[in-house]
């Protein structure tokens, strides 16, 4: 099964990212739950402003995203998606039909 995930993505005043959400899923599943995994899109924070820097008001806008879409293993989802939920930053998990 694949599922494609949006991730929350904490950035710098930069608007740059202060952390990898992904690591915090690998850190979660078990070992031979995700088969692959694609990054599709990064989202920049709505505080974003053509200057280099975000505005002091505007800190608290300061979270983007990031998509993945991930190849779970056959049996295996149950644990692909607590492993998900205990990160506490995925903000959506959409499974993707296979066009087989």
């Known amino acids: 099964m694949r599922y494609r995930v949006t991730y929350m993505e904490r950035t710098d005043a930069r608007g740059n990212p202060s952390e990898k959400p992904t690591d915090y899923l690998e850190l979660e599943v078990p070992d031979g739950v995700v088969l692959d995994k694609t990054f599709l899109e990064r989202d920049e924070p709505l ?9 002091e008001d505007d800190s608290f806008l300061s979270v983007g995203s990031e998509t993945w879409e991930y190849e779970v293993a056959d049996g295996r989802d149950q644990d692909f998606m607590d492993a998900l939920k205990n990160t506490r930053m995925a903000i959506e998990c959409i499974p993707i039909e296979d066009d087989n």
């Open 47 to 55: 505080a974003e402003h053509n200057e280099e820097q975000l505005e």
